[in-house]
């Protein structure tokens, strides 16, 4: 089994910073793409951004210069630098990873339970 725990998030205001994390930990052999999620109230859960294993990355428009993902493979880790936050960035943000178990077998989706990022005006 695997498990995805996200830390970091809070209550900001405006403009402000956040660094969420996000550890995998259990049964890994390797994980593919991971990525950042959110979902704000009554809104679906969307896209923030995503990693590649290599470190190739793809941004959601509304966060394009603002956040940054970055990955540290030894540990299974991803981060989530976010800087210059809006209240519109107020959600429960979700990590996310495509994660194999052995060397022969296929990737599965695993989330994390979630941590939740306030700004305030």
């Known amino acids: 089994q695997v498990q995805l725990v996200e830390s970091g998030g809070g209550l900001v205001q405006v403009g402000g910073s956040l660094r969420l994390s996000c550890a995998a930990s259990?049964?890994?052999?390797?994980?593919?793409?991971m990525a950042w999620y959110r979902q704000a109230p009554g809104k679906q859960r969307e896209l923030v951004a995503v990693i590649s294993w290599g470190g190739s990355t793809n941004y959601a428009r509304s966060v394009k210069g603002r956040f940054t993902i970055s990955r540290d493979n030894a540990k299974n880790t991803v981060y989530l630098q976010m800087n210059n936050l809006k209240p519109e960035d107020t959600a429960v943000y979700y990590c996310?990873?495509?994660?194999?178990?052995?060397?022969?077998?296929?990737?599965?989706?695993?989330w994390g339970q979630g941590t939740q990022v306030t700004v305030s005006s």
């Open positions: 259990g049964s890994i052999f390797s994980i593919n793409d």
């Open positions: 996310n990873g495509e994660v194999k178990s052995g060397l022969w077998e296929g990737a599965e989706n695993y």
